[in-house]
């Protein structure tokens, strides 16, 4: 029932930003009992976590690789939940998935492993070129 639908990716300079959204709907009643994270993956490698923010949007939990430049947010109003990328690098370049907590009203966040969340956005490609 729970859809999510990734945008905003594409090709993009080394230095430059983007920001993703990610469309919450099927159930749009329930998005702010979910945790919501944003997860990458290149080809031939493992799926890695990049951010989540709790259902509440007082907490968020970032990789140590993105720190300082990422950061994830959340508009309950419109069921969405955003992640501006800033100062990208080509390390960067990956397919990004936003993910729903697999549990409503979790308290704190889940850890930062794919089997923590339920619901998955099909991915949207992040290019960064230098």
Known sequence: QV?????????VQAGGSLRLSCAFSGRTFTFNSYNMGWFRQDPGKE????????????TTVYADSVKGRFT???????????????????EDTANYFC??????????????VPSEFGSWGQGIQVIVYS
Request: hydrophobic share 40%; net charge neutral; no cysteine.
């Open 99 to 112: 993910a729903a907590d697999r549990i409503q009203y979790r308290l704190g966040v889940p850890s930062g």
């Open 72 to 90: 994830i947010s959340r508009d309950n109003a419109v069921t969405t939940v955003y992640l501006q990328m800033n100062s990208l690098k080509p």
């Open 47 to 58: 799926r890695e976590f990049v951010a989540v923010i709790d259902w509440s949007g007082g």
């Open 3 to 11: 859809q999510l639908v990734e945008s905003g990716g594409g090709l």
